[in-house]
Antibody, heavy 120, light 111 residues
Framework: QVQLVQSGAGVKKPGASVKVSCKAS????????LHWVRQAPGQGLEWMGI????????NYAQKFQGRVTMTRDTSTSTVHMELSSLRSEDTAVYYC?????????????WGQGTLVTVSS | QSVLTQPPSVSGAPGQRVTISCTGS?????????VHWYQQLPGTAPKLLIY???NRPSGVPDRFSGSQSGTSASLAITGLQAEDEADYYC???????????FGGGTKLTVL
């Protein structure tokens, strides 16, 4: 079955960077785009960006451009999301999620989420 | 402020029917981009509930249904059960933003 298993994060200081990883299994890694979505405490879902696992091309939400970098490693079927210049407002649960193929632009599988806390 | 607008909360008694609205604009729902719905139980990741405006993934009870018209969409839940208590999010794509967008979420309380 499809699995997205996340790792990384924890507590970071303001101004630091954080890298969250997402290892995919149960399907052909290069067949599906992967996205990152975050959720601040008690808040809604916010789309951050997309990565194409074939060539590694990305498209980031304007809000995060210049601060976020998404990469992939096809040898390990893993995508990474690095967010820099962290501030308290970046405290959130970060999810990786897979975009469907037959139905476009839908998120059909989600990782378990990774909590990033930004605090001095 | 979310691009898609949902009511913050809805409630209903067990067995009743509730609906959750999702209002967008001409650059997302009105442009023909599909609406998808997710259920998020407390402390868990979102789960796909309805895709392509009105389709249920395998395993989702037929008590859940979706519809779309113009720049809006709706999620209906019939025969409300205690286990339906969760947050519900609509999602689409926005051509002006060139990105994926969500509603602010609706908390469903089963009385």
């Amino acid at each position: 079955q499809v699995q997205l298993v996340q790792s990384g994060a924890g507590v970071k200081k303001p101004g630091a960077s954080v890298k969250v990883s997402c290892k995919a299994s149960g399907y052909t890694f290069t067949d599906y785009y992967l996205h990152w979505v975050r959720q601040a405490p008690g808040q809604g879902l916010e789309w951050m960006g997309i990565i194409n696992p074939i060539g590694g091309s990305t498209n980031y939400a304007q809000k995060f451009q210049g601060r976020v970098t998404m990469t992939r490693d096809t040898s390990t079927s893993t995508v990474h999301m690095e967010l820099s210049s962290l501030r308290s407002e970046d405290t959130a649960v970060y999810y990786c999620t897979r975009e469907g193929v037959i139905v476009e632009r839908v998120f059909d599988s989600w990782g378990q989420g990774t909590l990033v806390t930004v605090s001095s | 402020q979310s691009v898609l607008t949902q009511p913050p909360s809805v409630s209903g008694a067990p067995g009743q029917r509730v609906t959750i609205s999702c209002t967008g604009s001409s650059s997302n729902i009105g442009a023909g981009y599909d609406v998808h719905w997710y259920q998020q139980l407390p402390g868990t990741a979102p789960k796909l509930l309805i895709y392509g405006n009105s389709n249920r993934p395998s395993g989702v009870p037929d008590r859940f249904s979706g519809s779309q018209s113009g720049t809006s969409a709706s999620l209906a839940i019939t025969g409300l059960q205690a286990e339906d208590e969760a947050d519900y999010y609509c999602q689409s794509y926005d051509s002006s933003l060139s990105g994926w967008v969500f509603g602010g979420g609706t908390k469903l309380t089963v009385l």
